[in-house]
């Protein structure tokens, strides 16, 4: 396991931090003494094969996993794009946005969010019935409903087509800009200039 | 390795049930082989009780204390192991429990061979004893199957904590309620051969029997404690050794 | 800290529990089976009947948590839902509960509000005592959706889960079922038995829940 290089250094306000992180599967060792610390504007790309700990690092930083060493730090709150979508499946896109925006008691213009994400033709379409990349994009809607300083993202851009990967690099070109950070695993090119890459 | 050495080191326990084990062993032999002498030759049968089937009370009363204080020391290990994560806590509770559901089955057995011929049923829907012990039985098997479900050992720790602690807090609820049941639908005796109003000449061999009951039962669990120790190291060992650490 | 989150868990839990109208028919199916396939299973003697009636209700109650429990949290686990509602910035035992409530509500108490009529086929006594049967049956009921919860989240994990939730949740049920049926029969030390039952089902509510949001963090780990 390798630290990247740092491409720009933030300010003294860390978003995120994690300290020596350790974690078992079963018996071995999956990973240990993982630090990090994400400050607004910055991008941390997981990269690693199948089974080497993205997704682990990833729930460990989101509080879902408990690692056996070490510690996570958060400054606000934040956003969970997993890899399976949290989709019931008689629920539509329409009806999962609304819900998580009642739940967070966000104020979301939700029809604008759906059509910005392709999804208002099947916007009352139940999820069993949709495709792959519909899913896909009705969670990542979950990411505009409500402003987060941190995103944490497993394999974005899994089932997304060309138009919508570009849309997600937008997504996430703007929040950095916005001062906001992220944190995802990636297979492949992220397409975003990653301030710190993690290979696991 | 710092993450791993978090595992409390067990020399102390290893070396402390290396002869106390043994001794335990020694000691609950002498007393369970006394207290069934006792009470299968030496003390007079009372016909009121059944007549000699009654002798297998001097199994079934210790195996029922058993029962009981066995599920209460594996809901205690299991807290200690929630609140302060000392694995050989754990270890404890995992060992207690096939060993509690043993003793168990052993009293549900032995209070069948006596209902028999003493109440023509081989069950008695009035003995609090029985049910309360039934209800144990069921709690140390959903314990066992849960620990087994799990895919990690820690997991299996944490799920049979959560059992164990909430079994625990319900058991006297469950013994409250059965015994309140059972004390409306008393139409035939019930088997209260226990207290001040045994004679003497029962007591002692009772008494004498549960405490080697209890030695051999302390016995069995630090017996399975040190083979879980030694199959943790060995897996841990085994894990190393893939990652060629 | 808002209660938007747990209302939220409250009504889809709601909503999937009732979806496309199957959530209606499981209280109804245990109810029918009660009362239609019993009698011809064991005779139709009226004062049989209504001696076992009570206790038909208490098994078809307590086998209609059983069942709608075992898919509760394991759907969660499995479409990744589960992951959002511990993030979700509320308690998770509030979660636990409103979910499980919502479940009761679905299978619990319309068995309990069906309950007079049962009692009446049953052969029992028309009067007062059937309002606060049903009373006793929905208490009774609540205590074992949230003992039953409890193992269904310990479960969540398990492939068919289903045989293990009902060992776990069987000794549980003991007391709700032993206070609920002296209740029901009024015989002696039934004065009590209704308090008891309240006091039990209590405790439930009390506990239940942070047993199952240490068991639903367990399951998301």
Redesign the interface.
């Known amino acids: 396991m390798q630290l990247g290089q740092r491409v720009y250094s933030g300010d003294d306000v860390q978003l995120l931090t994690a300290s020596g992180l350790g974690i078992l599967r079963g018996e071995r060792v999956l990973f240990e003494g993982v630090s990090l610390a994400v400050a607004p504007g910055e991008a941390v790309v997981l990269r690693g094969s199948n089974g080497a700990g993205k997704t682990t690092l990833l729930r460990v930083l989101a509080g879902l996993t408990r690692p056996e060493a070490g510690s996570v730090g958060h400054d606000g709150a934040h956003h969970w794009v997993g890899h399976r979508d949290g989709l019931k499946p008689n629920e539509t896109p329409r009806a999962h946005l609304s819900l998580w925006a009642k739940a967070w008691g966000a104020d979301a213009d939700i029809d604008a969010i759906l059509n910005d994400f392709g999804l208002s033709r099947p916007a009352d379409v139940a999820a069993r019935y949709l495709s792959a990349g519909q899913r896909r994009r009705t969670a990542l809607a979950r990411l505009m409903l409500e402003t987060r300083p941190v995103w944490l993202l497993d394999e974005p851009f899994t089932a997304l087509d060309a138009e919508g990967r570009d849309r997600v690099l937008a997504m996430v070109a703007g929040h950095r800009q916005e001062g906001g950070a992220v944190v995802a695993a990636v297979h492949g090119d992220a397409g975003f200039a990653a301030s710190l890459e993690l290979v696991l | 390795?710092?993450?791993?050495s978090?595992f409390a080191n067990p020399h102390r326990f290893l070396a402390l049930s290396n002869w106390l084990a043994p001794l335990f062993y020694a000691a609950g032999a002498v007393l369970i082989a006394w207290g069934l002498w006792q009470g299968l030759w030496m003390v007079p049968k009372d016909e009121y009780q059944g007549g000699d089937i009654m002798r297998v009370m001097f199994i079934h009363v210790p195996a029922a204390w058993l029962a009981m204080a066995s599920y209460s020391a594996m809901a205690v290990a299991s807290f200690v192991w929630f609140v302060w994560r000392h694995e050989l806590a754990d270890i404890a509770a995992k060992a207690i429990a096939p060993l509690g559901a043993t003793w168990t089955a052993l009293c549900l057995a032995t209070g069948s061979v006596w209902g028999k011929p003493t109440w023509g049923t081989w069950w008695q829907w009035d003995d609090a004893r029985m049910m309360s012990v039934l209800?144990?039985l069921?709690?140390f098997?959903?314990y066992m199957?849960?620990r087994a479900?799990?895919?990690?050992?820690?997991?299996a720790a944490?799920?049979g904590a959560?059992?164990a602690?909430?079994?625990g807090?319900?058991v006297p609820?469950?013994k409250?309620?059965?015994d309140?049941?059972t004390?409306?639908h008393q139409d035939s005796s019930v088997i209260t051969s226990e207290g001040p109003k045994m004679a003497a000449v029962y007591l002692w061999p009772l008494l004498m029997s549960g405490l080697g009951h209890s030695l051999l039962f302390g016995a069995l669990v630090m017996t399975l404690m040190r083979a879980e120790i030694w199959t943790?190291r060995a897996?841990?060992q085994?894990?190393s050794l893939?990652?060629g650490? | 800290m808002s209660p938007a989150p747990i209302l939220s868990a409250f009504r889809q839990a709601l909503s999937e529990a009732w979806a496309g109208g199957a959530g209606a028919l499981l209280p109804l199916g245990f109810f029918a089976g009660a009362a239609v396939l019993v009698p011809l299973g064991i005779g139709t003697e009226p004062g049989m009947l209504r001696t076992v009636g009570p206790g038909i209700l208490w098994v078809s109650l307590a086998l209609s948590s059983l069942v709608t429990l075992e898919r509760i949290f394991q759907a969660d686990v499995e479409d990744g839902a589960l992951d959002l509602w511990l993030q979700a910035g509320a308690p998770v035992s509030a979660i636990a509960a409103a979910k499980t409530f919502a479940h009761w509500l679905t299978a619990g108490l319309p068995l309990a509000l069906m309950s007079p009529v049962l009692a009446l086929m049953f052969q029992a006594e028309a009067g007062a005592d059937l309002l606060s049967g049903a009373l006793i049956y929905g208490l009774g009921g609540l205590a074992f959706f949230f003992w039953g919860g409890v193992g269904a989240a310990l479960s969540a994990t398990v492939r068919r889960g289903g045989l293990l939730i009902a060992l776990i949740a069987l000794p549980l049920y003991v007391p709700t079922a032993i206070f609920g049926s002296m209740a029901m029969s009024g015989a002696a030390g039934g004065d009590s038995a209704p308090l008891l039952l309240f006091a039990s089902t209590l405790f439930a509510l009390a506990l239940a829940p942070f047993a199952m949001a240490a068991a639903l963090r367990l399951a998301a780990d």
């Open positions: 390795m710092g993450m791993l978090a209800f144990l069921f709690l098997l959903g199957a849960l479900a799990m895919d990690s050992r820690q997991k944490r799920a959560i059992l602690m909430v079994g807090l319900n609820l469950i409250f309620s059965v309140m049941f004390s409306l943790r897996a841990r085994r894990a893939l990652a650490t």
